[in-house]
């Protein structure tokens, strides 16, 4: 029975995804670093900090304007005060990553390609898209590898130069949005994962080896987040428990990707330079935290989410042809840790960065 209740979960869930490219599922990752004497890494921050550039692939996790149309009110109702592109009610991962690696976040690639002003592009530049994963999936946007060939392109055009990319950074965000796909397309059976996570990673290898050919020094990718903590699963258990089933297929994912891609990538470079960012524990981290502190009466765990539809006929963000609202939102977004089904709030995203600042030192050395 439990098995089935899950199902019906994952098929709901998937259906979401199919609704709209606003309910894409995404993305987390690891880092593990030794620590430096606080001055030098200070004093080298501040030589290069200001000349970083950031080149950011993958999903809704990263994406801050690609998507810009599939996201309606009332997401950017926190920052920047109406709907411009991110997957929450304010700043994603990306924001908090930019400004601590010394940058800003970057133009996204679809606003710099309407205006092509050169200005724009002093930060490096947002390539991830919304709902989408290493392959194609149930969104029609471009995938990862899409995503990498259009730096590719943007290098050969010479709107950036291998002098750009000299103090460059990578942000990696991938998505469970594969994983979704599959299962919709082989009716939810989840004896394929095992041979599909493989696929990903080899994908992803790919992916990355391209980026740091083509003169990235250093990739932060993410690792899967624990899906089965998302609002859209944790739903069936009246959002008190998270499903164990789908959290052990996120640390399955973890393994490989720990295993096939840093220790292979590294060792053959003979120093770091792809660096995970442990999204797994850094949700389940801030996700107790924010159960032990939480202060809110409104949101009886930190596993609800802040905006939902008025029924599960609804999502965050929908409209009856009449142009009423069926959904609600929360009357405090900083009291929450999910803004909708899938995605962090900014306060979530906060509470998830600093789970990961320490890890992030040695990258913005």
Known sequence: MAQRILFTSLL???????????HALIIGGKLQLHRHDHHSRHRRHHEHGSDL?????????????????SVPEPYGTTFPG?????????RVLTDYIA?????????????????????????????????????????????????????????????????????????????????????VKNNSDLQGFPGLTKAIIGQLAMNLKLILDLGVPKIAVTSMEPMGCLPQLSAVYSYKNCS??????????????????LQNFNNESKRPVI?????????????MKKENHSGNVELKTSLQPCCAGVSKDYLCGNVDKSGKKRYIVCENPKLSFFWDN????????????????????????
Request: hydrophobic share 40%; aromatic share 12%.
């Open 342 to 365: 899938i995605h962090p709030s900014q306060n979530g995203w906060h509470a998830v960065f600093s789970e990961l600042q320490s890890s992030l030192l040695i990258i913005r050395e």
């Open 99 to 183: 400004p601590y690696l010394g940058t800003k976040s970057p133009v996204s690639y679809k606003n710099w390609r309407k205006s092509g002003k050169r200005s724009q592009l002093k930060y490096g530049m947002n390539f991830a898209h919304g709902g989408t994963g290493v392959f194609n999936t149930l969104v029609d946007e471009p995938n990862m590898t899409t995503q990498v060939k259009f730096f590719q392109q943007l290098l050969e055009e010479k709107v950036f130069t291998k002098h750009d990319l000299n103090s460059s950074v990578a942000l990696v965000s991938l998505a469970g949005n594969d994983y979704a796909t599959y299962l």
């Open 244 to 261: 164990e089933s789908l959290n052990s297929a996120s640390k399955f994912h973890n393994q490989l990707l720990q295993q096939e891609i």
């Open 53 to 69: 550039k950031l080149f950011v692939f993958g999903d809704s996790y990263a994406d801050t304007g690609n998507c810009r149309k």
């Open 12 to 22: 709901i869930f998937l259906c979401l995804i199919l609704f709209t490219e606003a």
């Open 82 to 90: 109406k709907p411009a592109g991110r997957f929450s009610d304010g």
């Open 275 to 287: 660096f995970t960012l442990d999204l797994y524990s850094a949700f389940m981290s801030a996700l």
